[in-house]
């Protein structure tokens, strides 16, 4: 091996020292050993540093926590170019069969969703930072902060979770935009295993809007957190009924100040509230908690009751089932993306769209008897 000889914390690395690194041992390998393995690819990757990427660098930089090759992998995924995004579903495949994607017991992803102005970054970067305390490893996909809703300087400067960002053990990605979906993108998903396979243990997915963002991160996350504000019902607040049934936390923040004592009340209400919902079916009763995201009051608790949720859906197998069932809706919706991408760039439905929607504004042609004939015209190989 060329690179530079490990020293210091590399001793560590022990039997990897004199052979070719090995990506990140798969399961069953202790957390020690999986260090080592790091530590030992790190090194190598350390020294082929000045050469042009490729997939396999880019796997050896991921396997070695280089927040570079993450940043270029992230980018990867969300390329509109079909020759990017298939290397990244190649980077992707890769790691993960090299064992570098994180199980159950290995990760723990959130997304924290309320209002805009709720507070979700100033909390992330509290949490973020008691997590790291705690010796995890944090990646966040932070909505954008130059949004046009909290625009202009100074939330700016609490969006940008300034930090947590200097933390060596967190990694923030603002989302390219906020979109339509609250700053949930398509390649979310992605990019949650792409911060595993860097080695990042605790993923937290900021979400903001009222309905669709919030649908979308549950189907990627372990858990959701609501983040609520004092004095103001679900409708002052913009939270459909749906999105409280969905959380399995639920924190009342801005319990500071002047706000404090609206604070206990919301809380009181939301407790009442939450006994008329139906119990979940995996046995988890989300609990109605109270922080100050600006203080840091109330947050260790807060922290306390998400790894209360991990054990208990740990422990009754409902976290894999969880895993298990999203990665089944995952498949389903990249061939339903797949299949519309390949129906609309057909030629002979391309050539033939437009006129038939003139003609169904128009009321000359059925709207499903349209839809049958492009249909015909796909599956008959029209292109
Ligand atoms: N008093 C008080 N203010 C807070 C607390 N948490 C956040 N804030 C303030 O609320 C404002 C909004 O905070 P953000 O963390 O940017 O809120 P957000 O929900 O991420 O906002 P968007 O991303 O724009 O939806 C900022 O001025 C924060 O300083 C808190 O616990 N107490
Ligand atoms: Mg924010």
Known sequence: MSGPKPTGSDAAA?????????????????????????????????????????????????????RGALAKALTLVESHKAEHRRQARELIDACLR??????????????????????????????????????????????????????????????????LSAQAEAFVRPSPSRGTLGGVTAR??????????????????????????????????????????????????????????????LVVNKADGPGASKASETEADYRRALHLFPPTDHGWTPPVLRCSALTGEGLPHVADQLEAFRSHMLEGGHLLERRRQQAGTWMHEAIRDALTADFYGAPGVAGKLKSMEAKVRAGQWHPLLAAERLLGEFAGGGN
């Open 14 to 66: 022990g039997a990897n020292r004199n052979e070719q690194p090995q990506a990140v041992p798969p399961t069953g390998a202790s957390e020690q050993q999986r260090e080592a393995a790091r530590h030992a690819a790190g090194a190598a990757y350390l020294s082929r540093q000045q050469q042009p990427w490729t997939l396999d660098r880019l796997k050896e930089g991921l396997s070695a926590g280089d």
């Open 98 to 163: 090299d064992g570098m994607g994180a199980d159950t017991e290995r990760s723990f992803r959130i997304g924290v969703t309320g209002v805009p102005g709720a507070g979700k970054s100033t909390f992330i970067e509290a949490l973020g930072m008691h997590w790291i305390a705690q010796g995890h490893k944090v990646a966040v996909q932070a909505v954008d902060p130059s949004s046009a809703i909290s625009g202009g300087s100074i939330l700016g400067d609490k969006t940008r979770m300034e930090q």
């Open 188 to 249: 979310t998903r992605e990019h949650l295993l792409l911060f595993e396979a860097a080695g990042y243990d605790r993923l937290i997915v900021e979400t903001v809007g009222v309905g669709q963002s919030e649908t979308a991160v549950h189907g990627m996350v372990d858990g959701m957190l609501l983040l609520l504000i004092p004095g103001a019902g679900d409708e002052l607040q913009g939270i459909k009924r749906g999105i409280v049934e969905m959380a399995d936390w």
